[in-house]
C-alpha cells in the first residue's frame, strides 16, 4: 500500500514538473496549428492580419515594406489552421517562423541547385566543378561561394555560374561541397572519393559563429584593401570559420588560405603588407595593415594600422593607428591614434588620440576622449562626457594673471596652465601641465588636490616653476564659482634680465655651482567657470569622402638665425571614418634667415602623408610625415648661436625628413584655419611654427 502510494506520488510529480517545463513551449509553437474561421470581402490586407490576430490569439510581425498592406482581400475560410490560411495568402513568397506569441513575417529564402558536377582525380588532387542555378528559375547564379570545409578552399561562380575546385586527396572518404549566397538557402553536395586511413585528421577545425562583426568590411579602410570578391564571399558565408595553426599572406586574398582567408582563425599570422583574416588567437605581424573580422588575441602588430571588427585581448602595436570596433582588454599603443569603439579595460597610450566608449584604464595622449570613465585620461585636452571642462582665471603671489584649462573627471583631471606677471619692471611668462583630484564636500562644493609645472621666462626659457596645491571651490552663481587656497612653491633660476622678475636677479660675476632655488608657501585665488562637454552626435554611416584643399601658412623658425617662413599647399582629404582622416600633401616653402654676408632663403617642396583626428564635429589634431626637397641649387650658408659661440653651418641642397603636428578647426563653409609645427631634421636649425588658413572643397 506504501509502494503504491509513493508510486502515485512520483506519477504526479513527474507529471507536475512535465507541465511546469514543457506547458509554455508547446503552448508558444501551437500557433500555426491552431483553427480559425474567418469572412473578409474586398477588405485591406492589414485588416484581415487584424481580424487572425484576434481569431488565434497573437501577434505579426513584419517589415511594412515587405507587404502590400492597402492590397484588397476576399477570403472565407472555415475551421483552417493558421499555417493553411497564411499558404493561401502568401503562397510562397514569404516565410513564417514562430517565436513566442509573435508570428515572424520573412521573405522566403531562395533555393539553389548545384547541376552537371564533374569529378576528376589526378595523382594528388580531386578537381571537382558543375553550375550552380536558382532551383525554381533555373537561372544561372554568378557570385555564389562554392567551398569545401575541411580543406577550407573556395571559390565564386562566374558569370555563367560555373564553379571548379581544386582539392587535396585524402580522408574524409567523402567531400562536401557547399554553396552559399545572400538570400538563399544553402545547399550541399556530398561526393565520394578515395578512402584512405589516417590518424592525423581532425575533423574539429571549424565553428559556426555568429556572423556579427562584418564591420570591417563597411569601414573606409575595409572598401579600401579588401577585395570585393571578398566582400562578396562573406555576405555569402556569414558564420562559418575555421581554425588553423598558421597562414602567411603578401596581400589580402593573396595568402596561404587563399581567398578563404578572411574565414580562418590562426594562432600565428604573417602579413608581408597587409593580411584580412577572421581573426588571431596567438600573434599577428604586419609589414604595414593587419585587418581581422573577429577578435585579435593576444599580439597584434602592424607597422602602419591594426583594424578588428570584434574584441582585442593583449596587446595592439601600430606606428600610426589601432582600432578595435570592439572592446579592448588590455594595451593599445599607437604612433598616432587608438580607437575602441566599445568598453576598454586596460590601457591607451597615443602620441595624439585615443579614443573609447567606456574607460575603466589608463589614456595617455595629447586628446582623449570617452562616452563615460571610471577610470584615468591624462593629456593635454580630456574630453569626457561624464566629466567636465573649467576654465580659470587666477592670481597668486608671484604672477598676477593666470589662466588654466582644467578637464577629466573629480577623480583625475589634467590641466593646461598660462601664467603672466603684467609689469613694467617685473615682468614674467610661463607655461606648463598639471593634474588634479577633487575631494567632494558637496554636490558642486570641493577642494582640489593640484600639483603642476610650469616653463618660465624671465629673459630666457630656462626657469622652472613647480606648484601644489589646495583649493577651495565655492559656487557663487551657476557654473561660476570662487577658488582660494594655499599654494606651495618651488621655483628654479638663471638669473632675470632687466624689466623682468626682480626676485630672481643674479648679480653679475656670481659663480654658483647650480642654478638657485627659492621655495616659499604663497596664495592663489580667482573664479572658475564650470561646464561639461555635449553629448557625442550619433555616427552616421561610415564616411568615405574625398576632400580637395590649398592652404597657406606663415610663421617664424624655431632656432637661432631665428627665420620666417611662408608657403603654399596643395592636398587631399579622404575620411577613413566618422572621426579619422588620411591627407597627402605637398606645396613650396621658404625659409628667410641667415644674415648679410650669407643667403638669406631657402626653398623646399615638402613631399607628406599623415592622419587627422576629429575630436568632435570640427575640431582636429593631425599629425603628418613625409619628405622635404631642397631645391636650392648650390650649397647655402647659415650662422647658428650655441654655448659654444657663432658657427657657419652648410646647407645642402638635398632632402630632409619632416614632421609636422598640427590643430585646426574646420568651418562649415569650407575654410579651415590653425596651428603647426614643423621640423626638417636635416636642416638642424629650421623649424617653424606657423599659422595656416585652409580652403576644401568635397569631391
Not at 373 to 400: A, C, K, V
Not at 433 to 453: Q, R
Not at 583 to 593: H, L
Amino acid at each position: 500500500m506504501i509502494s503504491k502510494c509513493l508510486q502515485l506520488r512520483f506519477s504526479a510529480t513527474i507529471v507536475l514538473l512535465f507541465s511546469l517545463v514543457f506547458a509554455s513551449p508547446i503552448q508558444a509553437q501551437d500557433i500555426l496549428n491552431k483553427k480559425i474561421t474567418i469572412e473578409s470581402k474586398n477588405e485591406r490586407l492589414s485588416e484581415v492580419l487584424t481580424k487572425i490576430e484576434k481569431a488565434a490569439d497573437f501577434y505579426f510581425s513584419y517589415n511594412g515594406k515587405l507587404i502590400a498592406r492597402d492590397s484588397l482581400v476576399s477570403i472565407s475560410a472555415h475551421h483552417i489552421t493558421v499555417s493553411n490560411l497564411l499558404k493561401q495568402l502568401f503562397s510562397d513568397r514569404l516565410e513564417i517562423e514562430e517565436r513566442r506569441n509573435y508570428l515572424i513575417i520573412t521573405p522566403a529564402m531562395g533555393r539553389m541547385s548545384m547541376i552537371n558536377t564533374d569529378a576528376v582525380t589526378d595523382r594528388s588532387t580531386y578537381s571537382v566543378s558543375g553550375l550552380v542555378i536558382d532551383e525554381f528559375t533555373k537561372e544561372r547564379l554568378v557570385n555564389v561561394s562554392v567551398y569545401e570545409k575541411h580543406q577550407l578552399v573556395s571559390t565564386l561562380t562566374d558569370e555563367h555560374g560555373y564553379f571548379r575546385l581544386k582539392l587535396k586527396l585524402g580522408n574524409p572518404g567523402f567531400i562536401t561541397l557547399t554553396a552559399s549566397k545572400l538570400a538563399y538557402r544553402d545547399t550541399s553536395l556530398n561526393m565520394l572519393q578515395n578512402v584512405n586511413i589516417s590518424k592525423r585528421y581532425n575533423a574539429e577545425v571549424y565553428t559556426n559563429i555568429d556572423g556579427n562583426n562584418k564591420d570591417v568590411e563597411r569601414t573606409a579602410l575595409g572598401k579600401l584593401l579588401i577585395s570585393a570578391r571578398q566582400r562578396i564571399q562573406s555576405m555569402n558565408i556569414p558564420d562559418f570559420f575555421a581554425h588553423r595553426p598558421i597562414q602567411f599572406s603578401l596581400v589580402p586574398g593573396l595568402s596561404s588560405h587563399g581567398m578563404f582567408s578572411s574565414q580562418v582563425i590562426n594562432k600565428f599570422s604573417l602579413n608581408v603588407i597587409g593580411g584580412y583574416t577572421a581573426g588571431v588567437n596567438g600573434f599577428e605581424l604586419g609589414g604595414l595593415f593587419n585587418i581581422n573580422k573577429l577578435d585579435a588575441k593576444y599580439v597584434q602588430a602592424a607597422g602602419f594600422f591594426n583594424l578588428t571588427g570584434g574584441k582585442v585581448i593583449g596587446l595592439q602595436v601600430a606606428g600610426i593607428h589601432n582600432e578595435a570596433l570592439g572592446t579592448l582588454r588590455g594595451v593599445q599603443f599607437a604612433g598616432f591614434i587608438n580607437t575602441a569603439a566599445s568598453d576598454a579595460r586596460g590601457m591607451q597610450v597615443a602620441s595624439l588620440s585615443n579614443t573609447a566608449k567606456s574607460l575603466h584604464g589608463i589614456q595617455i595622449g595629447i586628446v582623449n576622449t570617452v562616452d563615460s570613465s571610471e577610470g584615468i585620461s591624462i593629456g593635454l585636452i580630456n574630453i569626457i562626457r561624464n566629466g567636465f571642462y573649467r576654465i580659470g582665471l587666477s592670481t597668486n603671489n608671484l604672477t598676477n594673471t593666470n589662466i588654466s584649462l582644467k578637464t577629466g573627471t573629480h577623480q583625475f583631471y589634467s590641466m593646461i596652465l598660462i601664467s603672466s606677471n603684467l609689469s613694467t619692471e617685473n615682468k614674467l611668462y610661463g607655461f606648463g601641465l598639471g593634474i588634479g583630484h577633487d575631494f567632494m564636500l558637496g554636490k558642486n562644493t570641493f577642494i582640489s588636490a593640484e600639483g603642476n609645472y610650469q616653463f618660465a621666462y624671465t629673459g630666457g626659457w630656462d626657469d622652472r616653476w613647480a606648484q601644489a596645491k589646495l583649493l577651495l571651490n565655492i559656487p557663487v552663481s551657476g557654473r561660476l564659482s570662487l577658488v582660494t587656497g594655499p599654494t606651495y612653491n618651488k621655483y628654479s633660476y638663471t638669473g632675470s634680465i632687466p624689466g623682468y622678475q626682480k626676485r630672481f636677479r643674479i648679480e653679475p660675476g656670481t659663480h654658483r655651482l647650480r642654478n638657485p632655488v627659492e621655495r616659499w608657501l604663497g596664495w592663489e585665488a580667482g573664479i572658475a567657470y564650470n561646464s561639461v562637454f555635449k553629448a557625442a552626435a550619433k555616427k552616421t554611416a561610415e564616411a568615405d569622402s574625398w576632400f580637395l584643399g590649398v592652404g597657406i601658412h606663415a610663421g617664424i623658425g624655431w632656432d637661432n638665425p631665428v627665420g620666417l617662413f611662408t608657403g603654399a599647399e596643395l592636398f587631399m582629404q579622404r575620411e577613413l571614418n566618422s572621426a579619422i582622416s588620411g591627407t597627402v600633401s605637398t606645396g613650396y616653402s621658404i625659409w628667410f634667415g641667415g644674415n648679410e654676408q650669407t643667403d638669406r632663403h631657402f626653398n623646399i617642396i615638402p613631399l607628406k602623408a599623415g592622419i587627422r583626428t576629429y575630436t568632435g564635429k570640427r575640431l582636429f589634431f593631425a599629425g603628418d610625415a613625409g619628405l622635404a626637397i631642397g631645391v636650392n641649387n648650390a650649397p647655402r650658408y647659415a650662422l647658428s648661436v650655441d654655448a659654444q659661440g657663432i658657427r657657419q653651418t652648410t646647407i645642402k641642397s638635398g632632402n630632409s625628413f619632416l614632421y609636422t603636428v598640427s590643430m585646426g578647426y574646420d568651418f562649415d563653409n569650407g575654410i579651415e584655419t590653425g596651428i603647426k609645427f614643423e621640423d626638417y631634421t636635416a636642416f638642424s636649425f629650421i623649424k617653424q611654427f606657423a599659422l595656416r588658413i585652409a580652403y576644401r572643397i568635397k569631391l
